[in-house]
């Protein structure tokens, strides 16, 4: 094989401009010099430290597209990608910016009324606040009709039992987006955690990858709550707001797929090249090649209909069905292909000081959450 790779790969045909490429070189030191030092001890402590929220708010890295008059920096689509490719190539999971920034923000941007806005967005901007969207319970996550956790609506307060399980970035959630029955059905709320009496978070759940990923059980007990927190001011709007909000949690799930796959053939051809065997570089036998040459022309596949799916969201036309096709095909392919390249790593690929190691780890959940891709068939089937 030829030593010398294509030398602008992966090609990308997303319009990015001075002002994008200013914002990924901030982002790369801040993920390759701020962050990445300190995985080790932040998959100890099972979360990403509240400082580092601070300094990536500092850096104007946080809820980049929010008007600025909202703390934000009126940036686009393009601004969030290149912060999640960054994040990913990097090899930092925890702290979960994207979720916080792309996930949480846009509901209470979409939603919240004005003095919501003013008072939560910027707080969250400068990373004073950490967003959290809780719907999973744990009775069931897929099926969210069968959710128990209850608003009950007394006078200006709702009040709240019930509790929510896989809670991303629930340990230290500031504002929750809480996804809960009301009498005309599922309601999303904006709760306030600072001095919330009845409220509680469970340990740091022991999961399979994604340590420094904060991920927690949340309990409310006769939680109140002023009926303003009511998202959308009107009950039994949840369907509709998650429906319309979940295709953009899926498109940045298509992103962060593109993203760990590439990083993942880069490391593979420098390491295959690098390993001999037989007295010949692993990368010089025809498996190895062949295997890359399938995974490349997978990712750019991928990255071709990720970036299509980026161009209708900038357009406003990118619809639930597309959205579960991105998550479902580019979630697939980034396990099969980062599986594919520990394997080309031999043993050292199973030891976790490698990067392959970590992305198969931290990968594997990308099938399940976000909606699982069982439930991605279930929404492309329905619109056949
Ligand atoms: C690390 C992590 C982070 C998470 N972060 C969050 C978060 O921030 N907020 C949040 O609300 N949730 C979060 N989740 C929860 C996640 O979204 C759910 O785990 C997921 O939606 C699946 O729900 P479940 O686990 O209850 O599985 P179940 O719904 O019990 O599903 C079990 C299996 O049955 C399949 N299945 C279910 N229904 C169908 C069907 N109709 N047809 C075919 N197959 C079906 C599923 O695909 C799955 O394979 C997170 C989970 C993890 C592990």
Known sequence: MSKSAPSRWPATSLPYGEEHELLRATARRFFE?????????WDEAGMAPRSIW?????LGLLCVRLPEEFGGAAGD?????????????AGVVGPMLSLHSDVVAPYVAHYGSTEQKMRILPRMARGEWIGAIAMTEPGGGSDLRTMTTRAHREGD???????????SNG????????AAQTDAGISLFLVETPR??????????????QWSGDT????????????SALLGGTEGLGFAQLSARLAEERLMTGVVAVAAMEQAIADTIAYTRDRLAFGQSVLDFQNTRFRLAEARTEAIVCRTFMERCVLKFQRGELDAVEAAMLKYWSTEHQNRIIDACLQLHGGYGYMLEYPIARAWLDGRI?????????IMKEIIGRSL
Do not use: M, W
Not at 216 to 227: G, H, K, Q, S
């Open 33 to 41: 010099t701020e962050c990445a030092p300190h995985r080790e001890a």
């Open 366 to 374: 990308a099938k399940i959450y976000g909606g699982s891709n069982e």
């Open 54 to 58: 601070l300094r990536a708010g500092e």
């Open 216 to 227: 927690t059980e949340l309990f409310f007990d006769n939680v109140r709550i002023p009926a």
């Open 77 to 89: 689509i393009l601004h969030s990608t290149i912060l999640i490719e960054e994040q990913v190539k």
């Open 157 to 167: 307060q709702y009040v709240i039992n019930g509790a929510k399980t896989f809670i």
């Open 196 to 209: 919330l009496a009845g409220f509680s978070r469970g340990a740091p759940l022991d999961k399979v990858g």
């Open 171 to 178: 340990a230290n959630a500031d504002l929750i987006v809480l």
